[in-house]
């Protein structure tokens, strides 16, 4: 790929948006700076991907082909990236553990039943019931 993620990004925040300006604020960069990206991104295609109007922009046939391409790429790298940050503040995740049945039974399973009632959000696929069987 010779075109630059970013640009792209802010083509993904332009459509969706339909302006430069709403797009330049969710991106924390400037309004020059977006539609100066923007030209570069159409330079580099080759061709015209907003008309630009009284009320923002507007996808041509071009810009409407990048867009169904790109567009659920760029959500999938978002989900990604906001996943792992939930990893990373423990907010989601996966915990494994291995102990004998008498563990499980007499110390570990009641700490989960705390911890699933202080944190029902926090309920998993396995939930208590898998360690209540191990």
Known sequence: M?????YYKVFYFC????????AAKALFLTQPTVTK???NLEAQLGCQLFYRTR?????TESGKQLYDRIGPACELMFLAETELNQEKSLQS???RLGASEMTV???LYPRLQR????YPQHQSEGGTAAA???
């Open 2 to 6: 010779k075109t630059n993620f970013e």
């Open 55 to 59: 009320r923002g922009v507007e996808l």
């Open 132 to 134: 209540a069987d191990a």
């Open 15 to 22: 459509a969706r948006s339909g302006n430069l300006t709403s």
């Open 37 to 39: 990206t923007i030209q």
């Open 93 to 95: 995740g996966e915990v």
């Open 115 to 118: 911890f699933q009632a202080m």
């Open 105 to 107: 039974r007499t110390w």
